[in-house]
């Protein structure tokens, strides 16, 4: 089902073409970094800390390196000093130093799975066994393991240079304070009739792409390292690896691997700079492959998080205040998404006084990266639960409720600046005229559910390259490694423009060298950025396309028009041209045609969705069952509706997933019990019914196609989706997530218990 | 992992022999779906596997009216639920078979294994408890055989002793008018270990229960038989009352603990709920045989 | 450490190789034979990325020993094209789009091949039980309970039979 306000008349654009790398990825041929092997390569393993918080007293490495099979052990000894700064990278502002403290562990460990040295063998078994005889001696200290402990007097320090300028320049942990403000929030709840406030407390959770992290790095006596591995941002390993070794950053090539999911956790880089120490140390190619373990223990989750909502309306439904507070875990470094998630939390809504603090904590666990419209999905389980409680205090129905509230183009947004067009509007009538939402739910213990979310989307920078070949079909290069089938967007971009089958233009994802300047694949930029570059490579072949036509044909360039994809010459009966003619004529008119482009994207298109959910409930248990869902969502224009589906259902999926089961569970001590997808419980195939969708295209302005990113903002609603839907059919409000049984079943029978004794009050 | 040996004998003397030499340091191997995961994570040390799949008693199923099911140690978990035998008299062990893991592991898993891991979770364990099941045992001093309740002693122990090895569980022909169930509760659908299992078995004499059994998983140290709430059913209907007071009597004894998985208010509520269905089921199913 | 010698029938051929008796047969598949197509996402038999057949059988070869391949049949993903030509199944998942990051793919296709092989006809609770033992996180299922329904049905319609599930 689709709603469209883009009317142009594409040929390639909106069909749904075969993937370009689609048969290399069924079977079995495409290359992902693990997949890769070198002569006389070396196999790599990390030592990591057993101990959520403790001090290094010492590292003994002999025992290790006598091992038969052991070529070499790093330590942070082996890393230089990087720099106490701000800087921003990619959608990321980091500090070098704590960038390399996450590498190789200085002197203190700071969460359970922290790395503490790497060891190069000839199998990764002899690695491994090796990891068992490096000595470390602790010095172990309390775990502090949530925003409330990280927050009390006296409480542990984490890291001894973060200060709180707010609070006399004082060691501590919360790293940061953001505040947003607007209007008079007491006149707001003043005006009121109805006001909510609540608590909402979120689980920690991980991205949980099933390929973990690797890499394989090549250290050249002359300097210049070459590093594989399965990334998000090929440029950002570069810069970011650089940074911790001390490299200059020409010296370092990356060549960005095939990558099997990613999710805003493939933004950084763990084993990246330690396969090329260890490859240094050793003069060959050293491969590191994480366990599933280590990536739970020791890569990028998302915050969990301590949020208080409380928010007023009048009796007619019209949200007149806000008053936020929310501390998001960084992990066990400054970083959270809570900036984000503040500045999400009630974006959907116009809401004229509103005063919202947000708090970047440090905690004993691992350090959090980026997840699918980072911190917004924890903000929306909140206010969106609250605009549910209020709908209903009102008497009005939850979609509705939300219309009258909803932004639209020319209303602030929280920052400040008025939103463009936007369409927000348009996912809450798609859902109202959904299938799903026309159907009847009946049954005991059933509910249905429904949220809104909002997603900034991101431009950043993007190059491309569009060579025609001799033979006039073309390829278009770029640096934006392809995460869920974006190659084939580009290549339809490429063939809408030249008017070439889709099958005449091959799609690369180019290393960097290769390519300029390219961000990561995240922030829902690559459609939208990386397909601003080709669009604009494309015109730029199209141009020169013309100028050699006019040569061919002695007229000026302005004398001829590319259209239908071919040449044609104004005025008098001169045949078209294809391309195909035109292509063996490059080397006498000025040789190759090869269109470029570089865009630092501006124009970017927020993104909107809204989700529908229907579930039930066993009542002796307190398990939840998704029965239905519907996503309707934004996406500007779908360039390949197949896959702006596939987005659709893939984070409406990670949300019910993170709405039900999915959290980082510790023991007292800061041990991560639940280190494997036995017990870190993703949505299976019989957890989740087909996820319906309704891709809406209210044209983005800023874009030539009008395409908005479509990656994110469908993760945004679903954990207060179900939570409303489970609210309807058991009558009670989950504040916190995971809803697991044992949370939900504690809930109703408390539930349970007060409804009786209010009934034989009455 | 640490280096390993592999030995794949084909007579049971052979294989007991190879366990007998190497002691503490040698374990059977069979399905390797839990074994393999537990040498990659250090939390056991063998130097030497020994694959037992390829002894004939060990993939035996066979079902005689009279003496009842003889069920090699190595029988995969996909023969058992794929088998009619199985469908018909032992539904309850059938489905605790067919709930272990995906397709792939149930391709590999056995129930011989599943017990041997000594696994408080395991789901055919009180499934094997509830229908009265004995574990047939080969080792160096000759054959025994004990009661399946037990066969674990703690949480990844067991009654082997070095160079013994399970060779089959055997299991009483059902009395006319039986039947088990086996229900677990899991947070998803599939893939999950169990936060609480429940194995029944029910005998009737009319609309009476004649003789049952419960036996209880993932709550406390080890399987549990419920002896008391299986005992206060007989002789009674198996009204709403007489459920609930099964339930009760399998929450009571109940000594599980706070994990990733559940807490214990969690699973001792749930041990009663489940108890109730499962005898439900096996009852619905004895009236039918 | 001591290898031991291993014959095989992998993807149809006869293969002799060495392994160490702790190299899974995942490892052997991967770094011995260079068949890279079977991918580890777990070691612990949760995720089926690394599913293979084992005499017809699928198994995540993560728990399945190298040296335990002796004298049986093995297939992976690369042995399901038949002399370059796709199956119905590996076409039905580009056609509904059902891989994102695809590597999830290969264990997919195994499980799909080994339902189909025993039922051409499966229902939708039949495919989704088939493929609980794999995990995607990209897609949500849909697309790829969508492929093996239609992939199922096109081989019937072709009436190729199990045939042409492989």
């Avoid at chain 1, 790095?217 to 090929?234: F, H, L, R």
């Avoid at chain 2, 045992?137 to 703690?154: H, K, L, T, Y």
Wanted: proline share 6%.
């Amino acid at each position: 089902m689709a709603a469209s306000t883009t009317t142009d008349n594409f040929k390639v654009i909106g069909t749904r073409p075969i993937r370009h790398d689609g048969v290399d990825k069924v079977t079995g041929r495409a290359k992902y970094g693990a997949d890769y092997a070198f002569p006389g390569m070396l196999h790599g393993k990390v030592l990591r800390s057993p101990h959520a918080h403790a001090n290094i007293k010492s590292i003994k490495i002999d025992k290790a390196l006598k091992l038969p099979g052991v070529k070499a052990i790093v330590t942070s000894k082996d890393l230089p000093q990087a720099e106490n700064k701000l800087e921003q990278s990619g959608e990321m502002v980091i500090n070098p130093m704590y960038l390399s403290m996450n590498i190789l562990a200085h002197d203190k460990v700071l969460y359970d799975g922290h790395a503490i040295a790497a060891v190069a063998a000839t199998s990764p078994h002899i690695a491994e066994e090796a990891l068992r005889l490096i000595e470390v001696e602790y010095e172990v200290l309390p775990p502090v393991m949530t925003v409330d402990v990280a927050t009390k007097p006296g409480a542990p320090i984490l890291l001894k240079d973060l200060r709180n300028k707010e609070e006399g320049d004082k060691q501590t942990n919360v790293a940061q304070h953001y505040q947003f403000k607007r209007g008079d929030v007491e006149a707001g709840f003043k005006a009121a009739d109805y006001v909510i406030e609540r608590e909402f407390n979120t689980a920690m959770v991980h991205q949980g792409y099933i390929e973990p992290h690797n890499a394989v790095g090549i250290y050249n006596s002359d300097g210049q390292a070459t590093i594989y591995c399965s990334t998000q941002g090929a440029f950002d390993v570069r810069s970011l690896s650089a940074q911790v070794l001390g490299m200059p950053v020409g010296h370092i090539k990356v060549v960005p691997a095939e990558i099997g999911g990613g999710f805003g956790g493939k933004t950084t880089i763990y084993l990246e700079p330690l396969s090329v120490l260890l490859s240094k140390k050793t003069g060959a190619p050293v491969k590191l492959v994480m366990s599933r373990s280590e990536v739970l223990r020791a890569s990028g989750p998302t915050s969990g998080s301590k949020i208080k909502v409380k928010m007023g309306a009048t009796k007619d439904g019209k949200l007149v205040a806000a008053e936020i507070w929310m501390a998001y875990e960084a992990g066990a470094f400054p970083g959270s998404p809570v900036g984000a998630g503040a500045m999400c939390i009630i974006a959907p809504y116009t809401v004229e006084n509103f005063l919202i603090d947000a708090y970047d904590v440090v905690v004993n666990r691992p350090k959090t990266a980026a997840y699918r419209a980072p911190g917004a999905t924890n903000a929306a389980f909140a206010s969106e639960t609250i605009i549910d409680e209020l709908a209903e205090k009102c008497g009005i129905d939850p979609i509705d409720f939300r219309l009258k509230n909803a932004v639209k183009e020319g209303d602030a947004q929280v920052v400040g600046p008025p939103f463009k067009r936007i369409g927000l509007i348009q996912t809450l009538e798609g859902i109202k005229n959904s299938p799903h939402y026309k159907s009847k739910l009946t049954g005991k213990f059933r509910g249905r559910g429904v949220a809104s979310g909002f997603w900034f989307n991101a431009g950043m920078q993007s190059s491309a390259t569009v060579n025609i070949h001799a033979d006039g079909t073309a390829s278009v290069v770029t640096g934006s490694p392809d995460i869920g089938g974006s190659r084939a967007s580009m290549a339809m971009i490429t063939a809408e423009v030249l008017g070439l089958p889709v099958t005449d233009v091959r799609p690369i994802t180019a290393d960097t060298d290769s390519i300029g300047h390219t961000d990561v694949t995240g922030g829902s930029r690559v459609t939208f950025a990386t397909g601003m570059a080709v669009y604009e490579a494309a015109k730029d072949a199209e141009r020169q396309l013309i100028e050699r036509a006019a040569k061919v044909w002695e007229k000026k360039p302005d004398e001829v028009e590319f259209r239908d994809g071919k040449l044609h010459a104004k005025g008098n009966g001169v045949p078209p041209m294809s391309i195909k003619q035109l292509a063996p004529r490059f080397p006498r008119t000025g040789g190759p045609i090869t269109g470029r482009a570089s865009v630092n994207a501006r124009g970017v298109g927020p993104g909107f969705a809204t989700t529908l959910v229907d579930v039930e409930v066993d009542p002796d248990t307190g398990k939840v069952q998704i029965l239905r869902c519907t996503v309707a969502q934004d996406a500007g224009k779908a360039i390949h509706p197949s896959y702006v589906e596939g987005q659709m259902q893939g984070g409406t999926a990670q949300g019910l997933g993170w709405a039900l089961n999915e959290e980082y569970f510790y023991d007292d001590k800061g041990t991560l019990r639940n280190s494997g997808f036995l017990d870190y419980r993703m949505p299976t195939c019989l957890d989740l019914p087909m996820i319906e969708t309704v891709v809406i295209e209210e044209a983005n302005p800023g874009h030539p196609l009008g395409v908005r990113g479509v990656g994110e903002v469908s993760i945004v609603p679903p954990v207060a989706a179900v939570a409303n839907a489970i609210y309807r059919a058991v009558g009670v409000r989950m504040l916190e997530t995971p809803m697991s049984p044992p949370k939900l079943l504690k809930a109703m029978l408390k539930h349970r218990d007060s409804t009786k004794h209010s009934a034989a009050a009455d | 992992m640490h280096a390993i040996n592999y030995e794949a004998p084909s007579s049971l003397d052979q294989a007991v022999s190879i366990l007998k030499t190497h002691g503490e340091n040698a374990r059977p191997f069979c399905g390797g779906t839990d074994i393999l995961i537990q040498l990659r994570a250090g939390v056991r040390r063998t130097e030497h596997l020994v694959d037992v799949k390829k002894i004939k008693e060990l993939q035996t199923l066979s079902f005689d009216a009279k003496k009842g099911l003889r069920l090699g140690a190595a029988v995969p978990c996909i023969e058992i639920s794929d088998s009619d035998v199985m469908r018909k008299h032992y539904p309850g062990l059938r489905e605790a078979a067919h709930l272990i893991g995906s397709l792939q592991i149930q391709n590999r898993a056995s129930v011989g294994g599943n017990l041997c891991n000594g696994s408080p979770a395991a789901d055919t364990t009180p499934a094997l408890i509830a229908l009265g099941a004995r574990a047939r045992i080969v080792g160096p001093a000759g054959e025994r055989e004990v009661p399946v309740e037990d066969f674990v002693v703690s949480p990844g122990r067991t009654v082997l002793k070095p160079g013994e090895l399970l060779v089959e569980l055997l299991i009483p022909a059902p009395a006319p008018h039986s039947s088990d169930a086996y229900l677990r509760f899991i947070p998803r659908n599939e893939m999950d270990i169990a936060v609480v299992g429940v194995g029944a078995s029910v005998t009737l004499d009319g609309d009476k229960v004649k003789a049952a059994r419960i036996a209880l998983g993932a709550v406390a140290a080890t399987p549990l038989l419920a002896g008391k709430a299986a005992e206060a059913l007989v002789g009674k209907k198996l009204d709403d009352a007489a459920l609930e007071a099964a339930g009760h009597a399998a929450s009571a004894i109940c000594k599980p603990i706070d994990d990733m998985r559940g807490t214990i208010d969690f699973r001792v509520h749930v041990t009663g709920v489940l108890t109730r269905r499962a005898l439900t089921i096996a009852a619905e199913r004895a009236k039918k045989n | 450490m001591k290898k031991t010698l291993v014959e095989a029938t992998i993807n149809g051929e006869t293969v002799e190789f060495l392994c160490e008796p702790r190299q899974s047969l995942l490892e052997t598949l991967r770094d011995v034979l260079e068949l890279t197509g079977s991918k580890e996402g777990c070691l612990t038999g949760d995720c089926g990325a690394c599913t293979v057949l084992l005499d017809g059988h699928a198994v995540c070869s993560c728990l399945v020993l190298g040296v335990e391949a002796q004298g049986k049949k093995i297939d992976t993903v690369e042995g399901l094209a038949t002399q370059g030509v796709l199956s119905v199944l590996q076409n039905k998942f580009l056609e509904h789009a059902s891989l994102q990051c695809g590597i999830c793919t290969p264990g997919f296709l195994i499980s799909a091949k080994s339902l189909l092989d025993r039922n051409p006809k499966p229902t939708e609770p039949e495919v989704r039980y088939a493929l609980a033992g794999n995990l995607c996180r990209c897609t949500g299922y849909d697309k790829i309970v969508k492929a093996v329904l239609d992939a199922a049905a096109d081989i019937r319609s072709q009436g190729e039979g199990k045939a042409a599930a492989r």
